[in-house]
Nanobody, 128 residues
């Protein structure tokens, strides 16, 4: 059974930083594309960033480029999202996602939310 568990969320002032982690189990992590998504109250889910199985390719939403960095450590079965220069509009529940199927490229996965497995989410709140 594939399981994804996010951690690292919390409350921070605008301009601050947070590092989200996603611990994975139940699958061969090095064969899975992974991504981060977020959803704020009253808004639709938004793809934040995605990464190829080996970590060599990444895709970011325009809203977070230059501020967020997605990375993975397959030896530790971990996915990370480093978030710098946080803004109030970054406030949302953040979800980790994974998919080992050969469906499409990262850009479309991020746009469409085409991931099979999802974590429970971790809350990020950025105050002004």
């Amino acid at each position: 059974q594939v399981q994804l568990v996010e951690s690292g969320g919390g409350s921070v002032h605008a301009g601050g930083s947070l590092r989200l982690s996603c611990a994975t189990s139940g699958y061969t992590v090095s064969t899975y594309s992974m991504g981060w998504f977020r959803q704020a109250p009253g808004k639709e889910r938004e793809g934040v960033a995605a990464i190829t199985p080996g970590g060599g390719g990444t895709v970011y939403a325009d809203s977070v480029k230059g501020r967020f960095t997605i990375s993975r450590d397959n030896a530790k079965n971990m996915l990370y999202l480093q978030m710098n220069s946080l803004k109030p509009e970054d406030t949302a529940m953040y979800y980790c996602a994974a998919d080992g199927r050969n469906l499409m490229g990262l850009e479309r996965r991020l746009r469409d939310g085409a991931f099979r497995y999802w974590g429970q989410g971790t809350q990020v709140t950025v105050s002004s």
